[in-house]
């Protein structure tokens, strides 16, 4: 079963955090024949903690007065978010249970792990205060990118700038979707040698105009990849982004007019590629072979970087 958080602070009227974790395990195993366990606690990370010592079926309640006694003779990896690669440098250092990582000077878990070293230290010693969001609570959209791997080699950069522009399409949709506009772009590229680049830059103005995204995605590639090996892979990604009703400075020097007409426009081509579908209408450069796959895989999230 999928895990979920509760906070029960003030609620008296249902009873004890206990008593309302017991009513839950009790009303799940007899209403649906599913067992569950639960941690009770008064931050999120010894909660999940909780429910993990005891399985299947049962109640760990770890308070601030005991989680010393409870939580510390842990092993390091049975904190959330140490993975097994944190927990490896961790034991590299002869730090190896909880409570060893408690007692560790945080600005060294910092020149260690970065910010993360010193949530670490603060999630081992219970200091946790992060709340736990409303259920409908939607995390913001922070970026908004799409990405490919290719069916064979991008030899050169006119093909690069075609898939470019037909992922920076699906990008533009989705600013619209959720109402915003992208002020900066970010490129991401990996040759045929399985080695990966990433470059980004801010843009004059804000857009959710796919050709807008692409020729500033282009334009950043050709200033900074090197073509020593061809391409096989690409990424294009709106970052930094803003409502779109966002005022902005305008410039005399840019044809306010035209980028105007030019939304006006994509709003038409939305609403033809909703009706008809998204190759209703394309630009005339894409008509060519892109070396994209047709069977669905782009819609999958490429991994790490991307």
Partial sequence: MDECFLDVTGSGIFGTGMEIAEQIRAATKNELGLTVSVGVSYNKIFAKLGSDMKKPDAITQITEDNYREKVWPLPASDLLYVGRATDTKLAKYGIHTIGQLAATDPELLRSWFGVNGLKLWQYANGADTSPVMHKDFVSPVKSIGHGITCTADLENEVEVQKVMLELAQDVGH??????????????YVRGNDLFGLQFQDKLQFKTQLPNEIAGAGFALFRKRYHWNTNVRAVCIRAINLVPQNDVEQLSIFVDTAKRDRRARL???????????GKHAITYALLLDDLKMPGDGRELVRMPGQM
């Fill in 174 to 187: 989705r600013l619209r979707v959720h109402g915003l506009a992208a002020t900066g772009v970010q490129v």
């Fill in 266 to 276: 994509e709003d038409t081509v939305e609403s033809l590629r909703g009706r008809f």
